[in-house]
T-cell receptor
Framework: GDSVTQTEGPVTVSESESLIINCTYSATSIAYPNLFWYVRYPGEGLQLLLKVITAGQKGSSRGFEATYNKETTSFHLQKASVQESDSAVYYCALGIASSSFSKLVFGQGTSLSVVP | EAAVTQSPRNKVTVTGGNVTLSCRQTNSHNYMYWYRQDTGHGLRLIHYSYGAGNLQIGDVPDGYKATRTTQEDFFLLLELASPSQTSLYFC?????????????FGEGSRLIVV
């Protein structure tokens, strides 16, 4: 089936350090899924961080970047310099859509704490 | 941006109890979803719907019913709640025609079954 695996948390990083959260996927029901990163800040719902729908393309938002790599089936999230306000849970997801349905399959989430 | 509102935000019930979680979205999206989020599992899809009166079974439907009464409203029903249903529940909506798979989420409903 379709699945997403991401870096096991929790992850603790010092402020201004770089970050990478790994995400790999397996898509059996669709050849070219859309790929997403969502973020959930404490006490809030999930919100879209970035989305890439074309293999080989890079998405970016709020200093975060992720490149859709179909060869390695990966969509790693990176940031060059994290801030305390980046502390949150990050979810990688793949989107499956056809003429009759549309849904997201999520990874298990990676909890990030950025410390001063 | 889509607005998705869930209620209640927090609920405690006893084993065997009856619980209804409500979700309303105000952007006329066609798809609505119920997910549960548990540590180590991420978000798992319970049920979803692509319009009023429609219901699709998700990946973890056992013990849950759902009903989409209008374009805006999607309810999750636990008729005989069990401790294994203690979880954080998220409702989401999307419009496949305009935003593809992008989901817009509510703030979550935390349910505890004792």
């Amino acid at each position: 089936g379709d699945s997403v695996t991401q870096t096991e948390g929790p992850v603790t990083v010092s402020e201004s350090e770089s970050l990478i959260i790994n995400c790999t996927y397996s898509a059996t029901s669709i050849a070219y899924p859309n790929l997403f990163w969502y973020v959930r800040y404490p006490g809030e719902g999930l919100q879209l961080l970035l989305k890439v729908i074309t293999a080989g393309q890079k998405g970016s938002s709020r200093g975060f970047e992720a490149t859709y790599n179909k060869e390695t089936t990966s969509f790693h999230l990176q940031k060059a310099s994290v801030q305390e306000s980046d502390s949150a849970v990050y979810y990688c997801a793949l989107g499956i859509a056809s003429s009759s349905f549309s849904k997201l399959v999520f990874g298990q989430g990676t909890s990030l704490s950025v410390v001063p | 941006e889509a607005a998705v509102t869930q209620s209640p935000r927090n609920k405690v019930t006893v084993t065997g109890g009856n619980v209804t979680l409500s979700c309303r979205q105000t952007n006329s999206h066609n798809y609505m979803y119920w997910y549960r989020q548990d540590t180590g599992h991420g978000l798992r899809l319970i049920h979803y719907s692509y319009g009023a009166g429609n219901l699709q079974i998700g990946d973890v439907p056992d013990g849950y019913k759902a009903t989409r009464t209008t374009q805006e409203d999607f309810f999750l029903l636990l008729e005989l709640a069990s401790p294994s249903q203690t979880s954080l529940y998220f409702c989401a909506s999307s419009d496949a025609r305009t935003s593809g798979n992008t989901l817009y989420f509510g703030e979550g409903s935390r349910l505890i079954v004792v």
